[in-house]
Nanobody, 119 residues
Framework: QVQLVESGGGLVQPGGSLRLSCAASGSTLSTCTMGWYRQAPGKQRELVANITSSGRTNYTDSVKGRFTNSRDAGRRAVFQQLNSLKPGDTAVYYC?????????????WGQGTQVTVSS
């Protein structure tokens, strides 16, 4: 069984920074795409950024130039550096890893971490 554990959310002032982390534990997992989604109150969950198996990163337009998605060498953890945060970035952030385990291909989600940007 694969579990994703997130950390790094919190309350920050506009213009501040946070670093989110997501680590996979449990069964062996061969990861493919690793990334982050977010869901603000009353809105649908949206893709923020991801990194593909080839290393290509994709970002939604609203975070380009401010957020950076990365992974560790063992492809068991994914990170999101959030800079120049705005109130509109307030949401619950979820990591998602698409990978292959002993149970086959699957989408694995973290438990979510709250990011609040407010003065």
């Amino acid at each position: 069984q694969v579990q994703l554990v997130e950390s790094g959310g919190g309350l920050v002032q506009p213009g501040g920074s946070l670093r989110l982390s997501c680590a996979a534990s449990g069964s062996t997992l061969s990861t493919c795409t690793m990334g982050w989604y977010r869901q603000a109150p009353g809105k649908q969950r949206e893709l923020v950024a991801n990194i593909t198996s080839s290393g290509r990163t994709n970002y939604t337009d609203s975070v380009k130039g401010r957020f950076t998605n990365s992974r560790d060498a063992g492809r068991r953890a994914v990170f999101q550096q959030l800079n120049s945060l705005k109130p509109g970035d307030t949401a619950v952030y979820y990591c998602k890893i698409v990978g292959f385990s002993t149970l086959g291909w699957g989408d694995y989600w973290g438990q979510g971490t709250q990011v609040t940007v407010s003065s």
